[in-house]
């Protein structure tokens, strides 16, 4: 968090002597292309510090996920900038706004990313399923510009000759997953399975991955890997969730209440991931109270055989 904390402040500074110094014809136009390149390397840089944090254990994985995709939304802007940058040069106040665009939207994208990190530090990964089965949520491959495809391709390369090297993997699903090849994506996910079968990034997001594609199926791969997820961290939430999800589909309503009430400990109070879940064990003790013939205590009178809607 330091790391991150210390380049938005870098960031900060540079933006703010970007934006007042002059603008000189072809020397400015220059100085526009070193300042987004370096605003480009230091995007980077912090997306291989926190994929070795994450790697490491010192970072959780459900902050590390949306920080990465915080991180590689204003990659990809700066790239896009940077191709702009190469197919026009505009002068003038023209200029200046548009330079003020790109970096005060990369200013604030990643200032926030980096403040707002004692946030998603407690935000439970559930929050995010919705998201991720919401439709249009990812942008087509060609809403992207060339060079994010020339660093996609040359991910390819690499993996080509290094085939056995599971992080790259696992880089190239993350990014096929950006500009919508799904299909790209599973096979990735599935190369670095293959290769590092109980690494919990590679479980977790090819979990999600599967999850998100057909939320309705909690059978097969989808649920091998949630429940090797769940073998290696007791408490991954999104473990925790699908499998007394899948459950509840098998009707085995107490493995059901078995998974959630865990879940419930690991949620704040007062969050809406808890109201959520709380709801969901409420229904599960109305539908095991039934079948006993007794009312659940303390609540009041449920429809026994509603099932729970959707993740919280």
């Not at 790209?184 to 190369?191: E, I, N």
């Amino acid at each position: 968090m330091f790391v991150i904390i210390m380049l938005s402040a870098f960031l900060a500074l540079f933006a703010a002597w970007f934006l007042t110094r002059p603008i000189k014809g072809r020397a400015a136009a220059e100085g526009d292309r070193i300042a987004l390149e370096l605003t480009r390397e230091e995007t980077l840089k912090q997306l291989r510090e926190i994929e070795s944090d994450r790697n490491d254990g010192r970072i959780d994985e459900s902050v590390a996920h949306e920080e990465t995709a915080r991180l590689k939304y204003a990659l990809a802007q700066t790239l896009r900038a940077l191709e702009a940058g190469e197919a026009t040069a505009p002068s003038g106040p023209d200029k200046l706004r548009r330079r003020g665009a790109v970096l005060v939207g990369l200013l604030v994208g990643l200032t926030v990313a980096a403040g707002g990190m004692d946030y998603w530090q407690n935000k439970p990964a559930l929050l995010t399923f919705a998201t991720l089965n919401a439709k249009g949520r990812v942008s087509g491959v060609h809403g992207f510009p060339p060079m994010v495809l020339s660093m996609v391709a040359k991910l390819r390369r690499h993996l080509a000759h290094h085939p056995r090297d599971t992080g790259g993997w696992l880089e190239l699903a993350r990014a096929n997953v950006v500009l919508g090849n799904l299909k790209g994506a599973r096979s990735a996910y599935a190369r670095a399975y293959h290769l590092a079968p109980d690494d919990e990034a590679v479980l977790a997001n090819y979990a999600w991955l599967l999850y998100s594609a057909h939320p309705a199926k909690t059978t097969g791969r989808v649920y091998t890997l949630f429940r090797r997820l769940y073998k290696r961290d007791p408490h991954q939430q999104d473990a925790l969730w699908f499998l007394g999800l899948a459950s509840y589909n098998r009707h085995h309503f107490h493995k059901t209440l078995m998974y959630w009430a865990k879940l419930q400990k690991e949620l704040p109070p007062g969050s809406k991931a808890r109201s959520g879940v709380d709801t969901a064990v409420s229904k599960i003790r109305t539908i095991l109270a039934a079948e006993h013939g007794r009312a659940p205590a303390g609540l009041g009178q449920g429809a026994a055989s509603q099932a729970p809607a959707a993740a919280p």
